[in-house]
């Protein structure tokens, strides 16, 4: 071997800042202080805010950006479905950062709000109970007053609460973005080659240089690269093996969404993250918006947070700037199976039209579905593996993984660095879990 050492010095709980070229052999390889593995939104978040802070990122993924469960999300950024608790402090504070993020602009982003309607009088007191404690903007709906928010709403409905915290986003753009800023703003992206420029150029051979001390971080992609194993210095994680060579670093972040758990399994940790599958009905686009906000009946509630296994469904429907109209939510867990279900798009396109009548005359042109990184416990896995030294953990978010997503990465970014976490991660520790936790 010819250069520097395998493993990078760590000093208390920051990382110091070590990019470097490693040469074994014939073998060029580059040093990250932080390794990302998964380029969906979580992991997009991840890098952008470590590379915000300073620390060189490598994302590496076995597919596309978004190219899992965030390329099928609804793009949910959602307060109102959240129980008082860690999971509603850690979507107040992403909400807030996401507004953040889309002020420049380079994806949808839709402060449009959220309406959530009760069949029955007994159904409308619970949710105004539920809105009291939550601690958030809300605003009651008499049953007089819902059309006054939803012109096309189906007659004979108790009432509801408005959230106009509750925005949507179009998550893939939204990933792609934050992996373009990590690179514009702090540094520049590398292709699989990594270029062959140390010297904080674009690697390309046009002798730019981005002009910035070392205070800020690089974003490398590795993209079409699965992670097969770790590698270590001792009992400490300090890299990845892939598909296509070592990846070496001083931490590595585990943001495989549904695949979360598998990762974790490689580095012997045990993580029960199961995929729990949803579908979802898309509509022609429509010359004129009918639907203003994201509407959902009350069983969305609790069906987020339900641990059955089974089939469950609810109404929940939105309009899209394309003019199309996404029509959801379903819930079961059977494995990674794609098989499409007509009886779910039945059920689907039934709960819709009961909820709005008048899409009863508009079609619906294809439909997709993805898996949920489903937990136990209905919270992510956040924070740093006391099991596995080196090892950061970021997934494990259900159906919340794309509204969750810029604070898990604010929030990991703090922990990296050393610095206090602006939430208390306690309840998102990785080690929560017993090896018989399913």
């Given at each position: 071997m010819?250069?520097?050492?395998p493993?990078?010095?760590?000093?208390?709980?920051?990382?110091?800042k070590?990019?470097?070229?490693?040469t074994y052999?014939?073998?060029?390889?580059?040093m990250?202080?932080?390794?990302?593995v998964?380029?969906g939104v979580?992991?997009?978040?991840?890098a952008?805010?470590?590379?915000?802070?300073?620390?060189d990122v490598t994302?590496v993924d076995r597919g596309?950006?978004?190219?899992g469960?965030?390329?099928?999300?609804e793009?949910?950024i959602l307060?109102s479905?959240k129980?008082?608790?860690?999971e509603?402090?850690l979507a107040?504070l992403?909400?807030?950062?996401?507004?953040?993020l889309?002020?420049?602009?380079?994806?949808?982003?839709?402060?449009?709000g959220?309406l959530v309607?009760a069949?029955?009088?007994d159904?409308q007191r619970q949710?105004?109970g539920?809105?009291?404690?939550?601690g958030?903007?809300?605003?009651l709906v008499?049953?007089?007053?819902l059309r006054?928010?939803?012109p096309h709403?189906a007659?004979?409905?108790a009432?509801?609460?408005?959230?106009p915290?509750d925005?949507?986003?179009q998550?893939?753009l939204?990933a792609?973005t934050m992996l373009?800023r990590g690179t514009d703003d702090?540094g520049h992206?590398?292709?699989d080659?990594?270029?062959?420029d140390?010297?904080?150029?674009?690697?390309r051979g046009?002798?730019?240089?981005?002009?910035?001390?070392?205070?800020?971080?690089?974003v490398?992609l590795?993209?079409?690269?699965?992670?097969?194993?770790f590698?270590?210095?001792?009992e400490r994680?300090t890299g990845v093996r892939?598909?296509?060579?070592?990846?070496?670093g001083d931490a590595?972040?585990n943001?495989?969404?549904?695949?979360?758990?598998?990762i974790?399994a490689l580095?012997?940790a045990?993580?029960?993250i199961l995929?729990r599958r949803g579908?979802?009905?898309?509509?022609e686009?429509?010359?004129e918006?009918l639907?203003?906000h994201k509407?959902?009946?009350?069983a969305y509630v609790?069906?987020?947070?339900s641990d059955s296994?089974?089939?469950e469904?609810?109404?929940?429907?939105?309009?899209?700037?394309?003019?199309?109209v996404?029509?959801?939510?379903?819930?079961e867990r059977?494995?990674?199976?794609r098989?499409t279900?007509?009886p779910?798009l039945?059920?689907?396109?039934?709960?819709?039209?009961a909820?709005f009548?008048?899409?009863r005359?508009?079609?619906?042109?294809r439909?997709?579905c993805?898996f949920?990184?489903?937990?136990?416990d209905?919270?992510?896995?956040i924070g740093?593996?006391?099991?596995?030294?080196?090892l950061?953990?970021?997934?494990g978010?259900?159906?919340?993984?794309?509204g969750?997503?810029p604070?898990t990465g604010h929030?990991?970014?703090q922990?990296?660095t050393?610095?206090?976490?602006d939430?208390?991660?306690?309840?998102f520790?990785?080690?929560?879990?017993?090896?018989e936790t399913?």
């Amino acid at each position: 071997m010819v250069g520097a050492g395998p493993t990078g010095p760590a000093t208390g709980n920051r990382l110091l800042k070590t990019s470097r070229y490693v040469t074994y052999y014939w073998e060029e390889v580059v040093m990250s202080d932080v390794i990302v593995v998964g380029a969906g939104v979580v992991g997009a978040a991840c890098a952008y805010y470590a590379a915000r802070a300073g620390l060189d990122v490598t994302v590496v993924d076995r597919g596309p950006v978004a190219g899992g469960t965030t390329g099928s999300g609804e793009g949910n950024i959602l307060v109102s479905d959240k129980e008082p608790g860690p999971e509603l402090e850690l979507a107040v504070l992403s909400n807030r950062l996401w507004r953040t993020l889309a002020e420049p602009g380079g994806f949808e982003f839709e402060a449009k709000g959220g309406l959530v309607v009760a069949e029955t009088e007994d159904v409308q007191r619970q949710l105004t109970g539920l809105a009291a404690e939550q601690g958030v903007e809300y605003a009651l709906v008499g049953a007089s007053e819902l059309r006054d928010h939803e012109p096309h709403l189906a007659e004979g409905l108790a009432g509801g609460v408005y959230y106009p915290q509750d925005a949507q986003v179009q998550p893939m753009l939204a990933a792609a973005t934050m992996l373009r800023r990590g690179t514009d703003d702090y540094g520049h992206a590398y292709g699989d080659d990594y270029g062959r420029d140390n010297g904080r150029g674009n690697g390309r051979g046009n002798g730019r240089d981005n002009g910035r001390d070392n205070g800020d971080g690089t974003v490398r992609l590795r993209l079409g690269v699965e992670v097969t194993g770790f590698l270590r210095s001792g009992e400490r994680v300090t890299g990845v093996r892939t598909s296509q060579g070592d990846v070496i670093g001083d931490a590595v972040v585990n943001a495989a969404g549904t695949w979360g758990g598998q990762i974790a399994a490689l580095a012997g940790a045990h993580l029960p993250i199961l995929p729990r599958r949803g579908f979802i009905l898309v509509t022609e686009p429509l010359r004129e918006p009918l639907i203003r906000h994201k509407v959902y009946t009350a069983a969305y509630v609790t069906n987020v947070a339900s641990d059955s296994a089974g089939l469950e469904t609810s109404a929940v429907v939105e309009g899209t700037p394309a003019g199309t109209v996404l029509i959801g939510a379903s819930r079961e867990r059977v494995g990674f199976d794609r098989t499409t279900s007509v009886p779910v798009l039945s059920r689907l396109a039934a709960q819709a039209v009961a909820l709005f009548p008048v899409l009863r005359e508009v079609r619906a042109i294809r439909s997709y579905c993805g898996f949920r990184p489903y937990c136990p416990d209905h919270l992510p896995v956040i924070g740093a593996d006391p099991r596995v030294p080196g090892l950061y953990h970021a997934c494990g978010h259900e159906g919340a993984g794309i509204g969750l997503a810029p604070a898990t990465g604010h929030l990991l970014a703090q922990l990296l660095t050393g610095e206090q976490p602006d939430l208390d991660l306690t309840p998102f520790r990785p080690d929560r879990f017993t090896e018989e936790t399913s």
